[in-house]
């Protein structure tokens, strides 16, 4: 069972996702630039190698598969690699109606979850980097820390109040580092998404997937949602 926290009244504005811009959270994987990587003439980026008898450029590792089981989980039951589809409908959105500028809707937090011993990685199938009307988010909240004098206000649960969002495309792939909450997969516009998700899991529930219901305070109107620009329901794009 989840546990619970209430969270203040507040609006995150989603950006788009950038590597700059998600680092402290984990890993961005795209063709860095978009580049026609196959022209004689290109210079190729510093961890990229042309291979395949010149008709491919690799980039050299991209981002990092992390297993802490071993040596973090309490049970230290052996961590495997694992490889899942998720298949994701478009969320619903709620309409705001007094967005500050242009046209936007509103996804409402309600669930965080984190991974504490291995990182996530998700990555999208058939969805194109320019789609205008599909695209996905990925909301991200760094853990609460203990207090100078070691007397933390539940440290390892999220911080809430430094919670980001990202709009990402077809083009890029995420992983999320070992520990980092992050909202379930949310999927924005008109069509399903299908995602290959790669990490480490032992079986052992709590060391798996770790998650928190969040809440608004008592008497609130509204609680932690994020403002998307450009998408007012969960099917249409203005």
């Known amino acids: 069972m989840p546990h619970s926290m209430t969270a203040p009244c ?3 504005h989603a950006t788009p996702l950038t590597q700059g811009a998600f680092e402290s959270f984990g890993t961005v994987v795209e063709n860095q630039g978009h580049a026609d990587l196959m022209s004689s003439s290109t210079t190729l980026p510093y961890n990229a190698i042309s291979v395949n008898q010149g008709t491919a450029t690799k980039y050299i590792d991209v981002t990092h598969i992390l297993n802490h089981y071993d040596t973090h989980a309490p049970s230290r039951r052996a961590g495997k690699a694992v490889m899942n589809m998720f298949v994701c409908k478009p969320r619903e959105l709620r309409r705001n109606l007094t967005p500050e500028v242009g046209s936007r809707g509103l996804f409402d937090i309600k669930i965080l979850e984190c991974h504490p011993f291995t990182t996530q990685t998700f990555i999208p199938l058939g969805l194109a980097r320019d ?4 695209q996905y988010m ?11 004098d070691g007397v933390g206000k539940h440290p390892g649960l999220p911080d809430v109040n430094k ?3 990202f709009v990402a495309n077809g083009s890029q792939a995420v992983t999320y580092g070992a520990g980092t909450w992050h909202a379930p997969m949310v999927v924005l516009g008109q069509s399903i998404v299908e995602f290959v998700v790669v990490q480490y899991a032992n079986g052992v529930a709590e060391e798996d997937c770790q998650e928190v219901e969040i809440r608004p305070k008592p008497n609130a109107q509204e609680g932690l949602a994020v403002a998307i620009e ?5 099917r249409s794009r203005l």
């Not at 789609?131 to 599909?134: F, N, R």
């Not at 990925?138 to 100078?148: G, M, S």
């Open 10 to 12: 507040l609006q995150v």
């Open 131 to 134: 789609d205008p009307y599909t």
């Open 138 to 148: 990925v909301i991200v909240a760094p853990q609460l820390e203990k207090a100078p």
């Open 163 to 165: 919670i980001k969002a």
């Open 230 to 234: 450009g998408f007012d329901t969960a």
